[in-house]
């Protein structure tokens, strides 16, 4: 039984070696940003977080790479993961990522796990080159000026072929919020997958593990 089992809905199907891949692209973002995400406030850096994170995972689906397999759906603060932020507080809880007033900073555990996955698997370099890309371009953006960006975006929603203009979605869902934009890849549209070998997999489960003292 995974780590993460009965906290996600049934209909997102979804498995340890999701969640592994989901946890190590995010350690690695946070590796990106210098080793931490921060904004006025907790909540603020929060926004900040799932934004790039839906940057990064928008790219890759539009690329049919399966990396990051978070479901994001639109309300009022614009692409919105709940499965990403409760994987982020069961990071904290475990030690591997901080939090405080004002964000949240990668820990030395959480630092030592991305540095070692990085060198074991060259492989994976697409991946984090698409997260390098969105950093890079957004990273150091505060919040509200990363929203008025991703405002003026347009976007294909998955299982779609009609784009649509965030902002004019994000107005919409006050009458009408949590209308799905993205989610986690089709395995039959799958080119390319962040390559997490069974080790990784058990690995992430043992840090995760409440039961387990480091």
């Given amino acids: 039984m995974g780590i993460f089992e009965g906290l996600f809905p049934h209909r ?3 498995n340890d070696k999701d969640t592994s891949q989901d946890v190590l692209l995010l350690l690695y973002l946070f590796k990106k940003c ?15 977080l799932m934004k790039l994170v839906f940057l990064s995972e928008y790219l890759m ?12 759906n639109i309300y009022k603060r614009g692409p919105s993961s709940m499965e990403l932020l409760k994987i982020l507080d069961h990071l904290v809880d475990r030690g591997l990522i901080e939090k405080d007033r004002s964000g949240y900073s990668l820990k030395k555990d959480g630092k030592l796990t991305i540095d070692d996955f990085i060198h074991s698997k060259s492989e994976n370099k697409q ?4 997260i390098d890309e969105v950093v890079n371009e957004y990273g150091k953006l505060d919040t509200e000026k990363l929203l008025a960006k991703i405002y003026k975006m347009n976007v294909k929603p998955i299982h779609s072929t009609k784009e649509i203009n965030i902002g004019n979605e994000v107005k919409c869902s006050e009458k009408k919020p949590g209308k799905r934009l993205l989610m986690r890849l089709d395995k039959d549209c799958v080119q390319k997958e962040l390559d997490v070998s069974p080790e990784w997999i058990e690995t992430i489960n043992i840090l995760l593990n409440p039961s387990f003292s480091r």
């Fill in 12 to 14: 997102h199907d979804r």
């Fill in 34 to 48: 210098g080793g931490r995400v921060s904004d006025k406030d907790t909540f603020s850096a929060r926004i900040k």
């Fill in 61 to 72: 689906v539009m690329k049919n790479m399966k990396g990051f397999n978070f479901f994001f």
């Fill in 127 to 130: 991946f984090f080159g698409i």
